[in-house]
């Protein structure tokens, strides 16, 4: 069935209005998983019947952290799912990732630790693809770019010492955190990981540029170079 095709019963009417006093009276933790969902593209296609819909999704998705965090194109290859309904999943991201990053930038990374973890992983927990990403830092440890220096296939994405090293530089950065994902969902380093920290790390240390740690973030959580004793 097309996005917004077919009328909600009186009866669907009746539950929305059910979740919405839930809402309302209790928050977001009165509702389950896929009444969040249900509500939300009911805002976006309301003359339809989208708890399946929400059900579906999270199916498909492994869950709200899967769907949100997953791919326009893919969340459009679910059948009933169009450009308003997909928008209204990923605006959620936007707004989470926007929210995040500011708490991020206004504090000391180092002493936001927990918070950068979050931003972290509404990012890149789910991602289908490997990305990797350089935080800069100023001498205080304050965010001053977080760029993504590559994407790649479901298991593996370049990075390259050079370039790392010569972006800190123009930007006078003083210190680095790398970060990776794993779309396998573990979060154990591997050799290559490994190596490649090392040398950036070494590379640095000559140029007075210090890197913090590499941290892998993934489904299953994450892992720090840096805490495992790798740095």
Do not use: C
Not at 20 to 28: D, N, V
Not at 45 to 56: C, E, G, M
Not at 133 to 148: C, F, P, Q
């Amino acid at each position: 069935m097309a996005e917004g095709v077919g009328k909600a019963s009186h009866d669907g009417a009746g539950h929305r209005a059910r979740l919405r006093q839930k809402l309302a009276i209790s928050g977001g933790e009165a509702l389950h998983d896929h009444e969040l969902i249900e509500y939300l593209l009911a805002l976006a296609i309301p003359r339809r019947d989208t708890k399946p819909l929400a059900k579906a999704l999270l199916r498909e998705f492994g869950g709200i952290g899967g769907l949100v965090t997953a791919e326009w194109d893919a969340i459009g290859r679910v059948p009933g799912m169009g450009d308003t309904s997909i928008a209204a999943i990923k605006i959620v991201q936007a707004t989470m990732l926007r929210m995040l990053r500011n708490t991020v930038a206004e504090r000391p990374v180092l002493g936001s630790w927990q918070a950068l973890l979050d931003y972290l992983r509404v990012d890149m927990a789910w991602l289908g693809i490997e990305r990797v990403r350089v935080l800069h830092l100023n001498s205080r440890n304050m965010l001053i770019r977080d760029e993504t220096m590559s994407e790649g296939s479901v298991d593996e994405a370049a990075i390259y010492t050079r370039e790392v090293i010569r972006r800190a530089m123009d930007l006078g950065s003083a210190a680095l955190i790398l970060v990776h994902n794993h779309p396998s969902g573990s979060v154990d380093p591997s050799r290559q990981d490994i190596d490649i920290t090392r040398q950036i790390a070494e590379a640095g240390k000559r140029l007075g540029i210090t890197v913090h740690d590499h941290v892998i973030i993934g489904a299953q959580g994450h892992s720090s170079m840096r805490a495992l004793g790798l740095l």
